[in-house]
C-alpha cells in the first residue's frame, strides 16, 4: 500500500506537471496569436491608407513633387517670392541682395535672412499645394471604399543643416472599413534630401564678401564644396551676378559694391 501510494503520488505530481506544461504552451500559442494579430492589423491599417507602395501615403510623392518645383522657382530668385528689387540678365529678374547707388562705397545688405526668406516663402508658396495633395490623398482613399474623416490640416517646413527638408504636417486622419476597421493618424513627417541649406550657406559667405571687400572668389568656394558649381557675372555699372548651381536648383543673386564709374579703375 505504501509503495502504491509513493507510486500514487509522484504520477500525480508528474500529472500537475504536465498539466502547468500545457497551460504555459497554451499562453505561449495565445500571446503569439495576440501578437500577429496586432501586426496584422497595423499591417492592414498600414496598407488601408496607402496608394503607393513605396510611400506610406500618397500624399507624400505629391507633396514631394510639388516640393522640389517650388524649390526650383524659388531659388531663382533667392527665395523670394515676387522680388521688388531686382536686375535684368538674359531675360530674367535676379534679386539684389546688396546694393548701393554710390561709388568706392561697400553695399548695404538688402536682404539680410536668406535662410529665413526662403523658409517663409516655401510654407506660403506650398499652402495650397499641400491642401490639395491631402484632398487628392482622401479622395484617393474614398474612391477605393474608405470611410475617412479628415481634420484641420496645419504645416511646417524647415531647411535643415542636415542636408534635408523636412515637412511636417498635423492633420488628424481617421480611415474605417466596412470590416470595422479603424486606423487613426495624426501627424506626418516628409523628408526630403536637398543641399539647399549648404547652397544658402555659400550665399550667406558671398554677401559677406561683398559687404566687406566688395567681390568674392568663387573658386575658393568651390574648393570648400565641391558638390556646387559657382560663377561669378560681371554686368555694366559695377552689378555682379553669383549663379550657384547644385544638382536640383540654380540659386541666383545679385550684388553692386565698390563700384568704380566708367573710366576710372576696375568697373567690376
Known amino acids: 500500500m505504501e509503495n502504491s501510494s509513493f507510486y500514487k503520488g509522484d504520477f500525480s505530481r508528474k500529472n500537475m506537471r504536465v498539466q502547468k506544461r500545457g497551460q504555459v504552451t497554451i499562453f505561449i500559442i495565445v500571446a503569439i496569436i495576440i501578437v500577429?494579430?496586432?501586426?496584422?492589423?497595423?499591417?492592414?491599417?498600414?496598407?488601408?491608407?496607402?496608394?503607393?507602395?513605396?510611400?506610406?501615403?500618397?500624399?507624400?510623392?505629391?507633396?514631394e513633387n510639388e516640393l522640389q518645383d517650388s524649390l526650383a522657382e524659388l531659388a531663382l530668385n533667392a527665395g523670394q517670392i515676387n522680388p521688388s528689387f531686382t536686375t535684368m540678365y538674359m531675360d530674367e529678374n535676379i534679386s539684389i541682395v546688396c546694393y548701393t547707388s554710390e561709388y568706392y562705397k561697400p553695399c548695404v545688405v538688402q536682404?539680410?535672412?536668406?535662410?529665413?526668406?526662403?523658409?517663409?516663402?516655401?510654407?506660403?508658396?506650398?499652402?495650397?499645394?499641400?491642401?490639395?495633395?491631402?484632398?487628392?490623398g482622401i479622395d484617393e482613399l474614398k474612391s477605393k471604399g474608405y470611410n475617412v474623416v479628415s481634420g484641420k490640416l496645419s504645416y511646417d517646413i524647415k531647411i535643415n543643416p542636415d542636408g534635408t527638408i523636412k515637412?511636417?504636417?498635423?492633420?488628424?486622419?481617421?480611415?474605417?472599413?466596412?470590416?470595422?476597421?479603424t486606423a487613426r493618424v495624426e501627424n506626418f513627417e516628409i523628408i526630403m534630401a536637398s543641399n539647399l541649406y549648404e547652397v544658402i550657406t555659400?550665399?550667406?559667405?558671398?554677401?559677406?564678401?561683398?559687404?566687406?571687400?566688395g567681390d568674392a572668389e568663387v573658386s575658393s568656394f568651390m574648393l570648400y564644396y565641391p558638390?556646387?558649381?559657382?560663377?561669378?557675372?560681371?554686368?555694366?555699372?559695377?552689378?555682379?551676378i553669383?549663379?550657384?548651381?547644385?544638382?536640383?536648383?540654380?540659386?541666383?543673386?545679385?550684388?553692386?559694391?565698390?563700384a568704380w564709374p566708367a573710366g576710372y579703375g576696375i568697373n567690376g
Open 227 to 240: 558638390d556646387l558649381k559657382i560663377e561669378k557675372i560681371r554686368r555694366d555699372g559695377g552689378i555682379r
Open 167 to 181: 515637412v511636417e504636417l498635423k492633420a488628424p486622419t481617421t480611415i474605417s472599413s466596412d470590416e470595422d476597421t
Open 111 to 136: 536682404q539680410p535672412f536668406l535662410k529665413q526668406t526662403f523658409e517663409d516663402s516655401l510654407n506660403k508658396v506650398m499652402k495650397p499645394k499641400i491642401e490639395s495633395c491631402y484632398e487628392t
Open 36 to 63: 500577429f494579430g496586432i501586426i496584422a492589423f497595423f499591417s492592414f491599417s498600414n496598407f488601408s491608407f496607402s496608394t503607393n507602395s513605396q510611400k506610406s501615403l500618397y500624399i507624400e510623392s505629391c507633396i
Open 242 to 258: 553669383y549663379v550657384i548651381t547644385s544638382e536640383e536648383i540654380e540659386y541666383k543673386i545679385a550684388s553692386r559694391s565698390y
Open 202 to 213: 555659400v550665399a550667406n559667405s558671398i554677401l559677406q564678401f561683398e559687404t566687406h571687400y
